[in-house]
Each structure stands twice: as structure tokens, then as C-alpha cells.
T-cell receptor, first 111, second 113 residues
Framework: EDQVTQSPEALRLQEGESSSLNCSYT??????LFWYRQDPGKGPEFLFT???AGEEKEKERLKATLTKKESFLHITAPKPEDSATYLC????????????FGSGTQLTVLP | NAGVTQTPKFQVLKTGQSMTLQCAQD?????MYWYRQDPGMGLRLIYY???????DKGEVPNGYNVSRLNKREFSLRLESAAPSQTSVYFC????????????FGDGTRLSIL
């Protein structure tokens, strides 16, 4: 059974204090790993897709990396507007349609 | 550009009542999905439709039915609502079922008393 575990559950940072969120996964052959951002009362918003170990993607202050067992979302010099819940999901090769989501990391960036 | 639109945004039902959640996308996507999101748990797939005219069960289909009305619209029906179905329901769509990212609506918050 595919599993995704995200840590920490919640993270509070001061503005400008860089950190990383972790997504550990077990899957029978990774087809893709997805990062989403979710604001309160909204649906998840797509950020990145990673396909193979060693791959990296960047967008503004966010950088996602992938190994064979986990993915990291690095946040550099965060701002209050980066506050949100960040979700990780995996898609297995044998399951062309279904995503397995983690329960998310709630990030709060204090001014 | 609306993307994925869900109606209603909020609903309160009594146990045993039925209702249909509506979802429409304007991105000409082939695949559509219904998820539920509960506190402390990840999004869980209820049903999906890989293409117009097809539907398949996801991880938690019991108590739900779906209809892919046309390429744009995918509805979720609760025939006899139960308190365990209190949740936030999200509809999503993707260009094809595969590694394309899924785009989500803003959800329907459903409470069953």
C-alpha cells in the first residue's frame, strides 16, 4: 500500500528564517511526486511535479527536491504570504490515476 | 478563467437526506475526480472519471455515486447521508489521467447532523 508521511505537522517561522518541509513516501514504483499549497477555505493549488531522484524544481522562494525515499520543500527567506498548508502526493506506476496524499504541513510565517 | 467550479459551497443535511454536489471545469480536461478531506488525514479519492463516459471507484467509494454528465461536468451524489460523511469535498480535473497535475475547486463544506 502506498503511503505518504509529512513532517512536521506544523511549523512556525519568523519572516526570513529559512527551513525545509519533509515528505517521506513508500510506493511500488514512483510515477510522480506532487507538491501543492492549500490556503484556508480553498482548494489545493499545484506547485511542482518531480519524476526521478535527483530532480529539483524552483519557484520564487520554494525549491523542491526528490530522493528515492523522500522529498523536501525548501523555503528560503519566507514571507508571511507563504503561510499555508503544504501537501505532498505520490502517484505509483501501477496506478495511472490515483494520487496518495499526505496530511500536510501547516506553515505559519510571522512578520 | 474560472477553472473548476463547485456548488454549493456549504450545505447542512440531516441523516438520511440525499443531495448532489456539482462540479464543472472549463479547461477542456478529460479526467475528473472527487476527493474528501478530513482533519488530520490526507485527501482521499472517492471516484474518478478518466474520460467522458467512464467512472471508476477510488479509495473510499461506499455511500456515494457519481455521474459524468458530459466532458465539463462531474457530479457526486449522497443517497442517504450519514454523519460519517461530514467532510470537505473537492472536485479536481486534469488533462489526462496520469502524471498531469490535477487542478482543484474550492470545495463544498458538508455537515450531516
Amino acid at each position: 500500500e502506498d503511503q505518504v508521511t509529512q513532517s512536521p505537522e506544523a511549523l512556525r517561522l519568523q519572516e526570513g528564517e529559512s527551513s525545509s518541509l519533509n515528505c517521506s513516501y513508500t510506493v511500488s514504483g514512483l510515477r510522480g511526486l506532487f507538491w501543492y499549497r492549500q490556503d484556508p477555505g480553498k482548494g489545493p493549488e499545484f506547485l511542482f511535479t518531480l519524476y526521478s531522484a535527483g530532480e529539483e524544481k524552483e519557484k520564487e522562494r520554494l525549491k523542491a527536491t526528490l530522493t528515492k525515499k523522500e522529498s523536501f520543500l525548501h523555503i528560503t527567506a519566507p514571507k508571511p504570504e507563504d503561510s499555508a498548508t503544504y501537501l505532498c502526493a505520490v502517484q505509483a506506476r501501477g496506478s495511472a490515476r490515483q494520487l496518495t496524499f499526505g496530511s500536510g504541513t501547516q506553515l505559519t510565517v510571522l512578520p | 478563467n474560472a477553472g473548476v467550479t463547485q456548488t454549493p459551497k456549504f450545505q447542512v443535511l440531516k441523516t438520511g437526506q440525499s443531495m448532489t454536489l456539482q462540479c464543472a471545469q472549463d479547461m477542456n480536461h478529460n479526467s475528473m475526480y472527487w476527493y474528501r478531506q478530513d482533519p488530520g488525514m490526507g485527501l482521499r479519492l472517492i471516484y474518478y472519471s478518466a474520460s467522458e463516459g467512464t467512472t471508476d471507484k477510488g479509495e473510499v467509494p461506499n455511500g456515494y455515486n457519481v455521474s459524468r454528465l458530459n466532458k465539463r461536468e462531474f457530479s457526486l451524489r449522497l443517497e442517504s447521508a450519514a454523519p460519517s460523511q461530514t467532510s470537505v469535498y473537492f472536485c479536481a480535473s486534469s488533462e489526462i489521467a496520469g502524471t498531469q497535475p490535477q487542478h482543484f475547486g474550492d470545495g463544498t463544506r458538508l455537515s450531516i447532523l
